[in-house]
């Protein structure tokens, strides 16, 4: 796609944002095509952030749905349980609640979720919440790489390694900690577990030490 579209940036945003909307490729996908050595030489340029926060994005929004779902199945299912309870009373007053709750559409059986329909969505949400943490390791893991070899060669060659290519790239890391905090925030004891270790090299564990403190 790259070769074919390298000087039309929008339409490859375009077209990725279509392509993760219909599945036909994953999320993790385009990050690791991101920080691909392919894409080395378009790494400073802004329309390919604008596709790694989209992706973001899209993965957040899968979570949240699938999430929104599931609460308003169990919702539904709690509600239900409790008309055939009040029902089971054969008392006039069950009857008049459970009528009530069919009024507001809660109860309704063809709206009703089996108990093995919300196990179903756990389920789904579960493997949803997987592919986001998988998404942000790939990230992050991504960049202690390359900055750790970027850091690694300065220090060999006795260049200094604040670079503008350094300063940006340290840049985009700070902008994915601050833009998707809240999505972040929620594996962040992974992050620190499997990524952001104290052997790591102080300038990009800092930026992380700066993320959590923000949450404190």
Request: aromatic fraction near 8%.
């Amino acid at each position: 796609m790259f070769e074919l579209w390298n000087d039309h940036q929008q339409m490859m945003c375009v077209l990725i944002d279509k392509m993760l909307k219909t599945q036909i490729i994953e999320c993790s996908a385009v990050a690791n095509w991101i920080f691909s050595k392919e894409m080395s030489g378009e790494f400073t340029k802004l329309y390919l952030w604008e596709i790694l926060h989209l992706t973001i994005r899209k993965m957040s929004k899968h979570v949240s749905r699938l999430g929104r779902e599931l609460a308003e199945a169990r919702e539904r299912l709690r509600h239900a349980e409790s008309d055939s309870d009040e029902s089971e009373d054969g008392d006039g007053e069950g009857n008049n609640n459970s009528s009530k709750h069919g009024i507001s559409g809660v109860g309704d059986d063809h709206e009703k979720p089996s108990e093995d329909m919300v196990d179903r969505m756990e389920e789904r949400l579960e493997a949803a919440q997987a592919d986001q943490k998988n998404l942000f390791l790939i990230i992050f893991q991504r960049f202690i790489m390359i900055l750790s070899e970027h850091l690694v060669r300065c220090d060999t060659d006795g260049r200094d390694f604040n670079t503008h290519w350094y300063k940006w790239t340290i840049g985009r890391l700070q902008q994915v900690f601050l833009v998707h905090h809240e999505q972040v925030q929620k594996y962040s004891s992974t992050l620190e577990t499997l990524l952001f270790t104290q052997d790591l090299d102080p300038h990009i564990l800092e930026v992380f030490h700066q993320f959590t403190s923000l949450r404190a």
